[in-house]
Structures are given as C-alpha cells and as structure tokens.
C-alpha cells in the first residue's frame, strides 16, 4: 500500500472540500449583495428591529471592520456587523444582519448548543496552539505518546466544530423566520436570503469534514509508524 499515496489524497480532498465550499459563500454573498432589497433597510436597520421585536433592547448593534466579520459578542452582548452589512441595503446585507440576530435569540433563549460551545472556548484556545506543538515536538524527538496526546487535542477542536454546526444551523433558521414574519423580504428575495444563509452553513460543515481528514490523516500517518 502506497502510504504517502494515501496521506496526500486526503490532503488534496481537504483542499478541495474547503476551496468548494470557500468559493460557493463568495460567489453567493457577491452576487447578492449587489441586490437591493426592495423596501431599502439596512443590516443595522433591520437588526434593531428583531432584538426589539425579541425583547432585546439591551443588545447593542456595532460596525466593525472586515470582510465579513459579522458576528454576536455574548458577553457584550452586541451584534457586531462588517461595515459592508450595517450600512447596506442588499439582501445579504439583511440576511447576515438577522443570522446574527439568530444567536442573541439563542443567547436570550439559552439555546444548548451555544452554552456548550461557550463551554469549550477556552478548551479550544488551548488546543489549537497546543495541538500542533505537541506533535511537531513528538516528531523532533521521536515521542509518539507525545504525538498522540496532540491528536488528542486536535479532537477537541473537532468536537468544537461539531457543536457549532447546530448552532449556526439553528441561527439560519430563525433569521429565514425573522425574515419571513417581518417582511423585510418579498417572497422572491426570501429564497436569494435562504441561498446567503445555506452557503454560510456549509462552510461549517466544510470545517468539519477538514478538520476529521486532517485527524484521519495525522492517525494513519503516526499509527503506521508504532506498527
């Protein structure tokens, strides 16, 4: 069996999932974020309008800079859009707005997907510098119980990653919801929005089939060589 073969395929089906999926949320957000929306509301516009229809008046809504950098602060409690998305009225300026307005809902709610993931954060700080340090000393030195403790670590990463995926999931869902109930889409601009909020998820799940080969890989590589 060609082991290096093997070891570079998986590398190559990596790139390939994580370039595909990469390529598919450009294409859509760019396309879509040339589009208005018809009743010309802006990301911010239409974010303060769901937190306060949700009880949120205390969650803030900031500019921040980046290509899409949006994001939800917990702790802050502050929905943080790109400066593109808060000021835009396209729809994905829209959508983007109310995907982040999914998880302050999630927040209020005490969704348990997020308080889990909030759970690991400091556990995946640790790992993702500690992961690869480990290994590259257990390859420096020739330790393999060294190797296998960063496998380890690398594990809880995808642990991490899997949980997300419900999360962002979930946060898609309530913003098509918000999107719907509120209007702020006619039904044709709705499926544009259903588009954005798809693409966006997949990338979650591109990080999860990565991060699983790249184990795969580091455990097939390292398990051979104890053989």
Known sequence: MDYYFISYGLTFITLIITGAAQAFVSSSYSKYSKVKNE?????????RYILDKNGLQDVSICEVNGYLSDHYDPRKKQVNLSKENYHGTSIASVSVACHECGHAIQDKVGFIFMRIRASLVPVVNFSSYAGYFAILLG???GAFNLIWIGILLEGAILLFQIITLPVEIDASKRALKELDYSHFLTSKELKSGKTILTAAALTYVASVATTLIQILRLIFMFGRRED
Request: with cysteine; net charge neutral.
């Open 39 to 47: 009743r010309g509301l802006t990301g911010c516009e239409a974010a």
């Open 139 to 141: 390859i420096i030195f």
